[in-house]
């Protein structure tokens, strides 16, 4: 965070700088589109969280049981219980980074 927020300012700085013809006439002219060439090349978007998403979503529905707990069970043998909210609809999303990881738990209910 702190080399984007140098590199930001940096960009700034000069841009600034030759914008208002620090260098003069036809100097300052050719250093401010100079200066607009290099931002454009190094500006771009941040794909990166791309990466992000999962790969595979699984969807599904079951009744709440009358004590609210269910059990999730993950294929290396780990498990987590849930007791779920009170609601007539509830969700309950589960989030795995691989099969070796604890599991990330939320819900919540619908009207």
Not at 7 to 15: I, L, P
Not at 34 to 50: G, I, M, P, T, Y
Not at 52 to 72: G, M, Q, S
């Amino acid at each position: 965070m702190t080399t984007t927020l140098t590199a930001y300012f940096a960009r700034g700085v000069a841009g600034s700088a030759a914008k208002k013809g620090g260098f003069g006439g036809i100097g300052g002219a050719v250093a401010g589109l100079a200066v607009d060439v290099w931002l454009k090349s190094v500006n771009h978007a941040d794909l990166r969280a791309w990466n992000a998403p999962p790969k595979e979503y699984y969807f599904c529905r079951v009744p709440t049981p009358a004590d609210r707990k269910i059990e999730l069970a993950t294929p290396n043998g780990g498990k987590t219980a849930v007791t779920v909210d009170d609601g007539m609809v509830n969700l309950v999303w589960v989030k795995a980074a691989n099969e070796t990881t604890p599991l990330l738990v939320s819900q919540g209910k619908l009207k």
